[in-house]
């Protein structure tokens, strides 16, 4: 299944501006997930999920989406959409890694544990 859920960098930026064949799939992760209470519809509540991509770079680069309705967890890899034009304009895709992608992910948690941070390029959101 493939599952697009929103805009990451750009204010007003949606997927739905571009064509599907401007980005490139490539491995993220999830760095922090918050839950804000929506009071105007109950016990609602939005979840913003911020990720890392660009893993097998020195240059790790950072997204966020939110209100999204994608069941995730800290520290899970996810796929995410890069713009070929402008690699800092991302938007979420897939909840599941697949293994050819994983070692992606571990080699960048072991580089962020060598280096004594929670997660290697990424500042606290």
């Known amino acids: 299944m493939f599952q697009v859920t929103g805009c990451k ?4 930026s949606r997927y739905e501006d571009y064509s599907p064949e401007d980005f490139l799939k490539v491995p993220g992760i999830v ?3 918050t839950r804000t209470s929506i009071y105007a519809r109950g016990n609602w509540y939005e979840y913003n999920i911020y990720y890392a991509y660009n893993l097998d770079s020195d240059s790790i680069l950072v997204g966020r989406e939110m209100d999204v309705d994608m069941a995730v967890r800290e520290g899970d890899g996810i796929y995410i959409l890069m713009l070929k034009s402008d690699k800092n ?3 979420m895709a897939e909840q599941r890694i697949l293994p050819n992608h994983e070692k992606v992910v571990n080699d960048y948690l072991t580089k962020s544990k060598e280096k ?3 997660y ?4 606290d959101q």
């Open 120 to 123: 290697y390029g990424v500042d």
């Open 89 to 91: 304009v991302s938007f």
């Open 9 to 12: 960098s750009e204010v007003g």
């Open 31 to 33: 760095t922090k997930i």
């Open 116 to 118: 004594g941070v929670k």
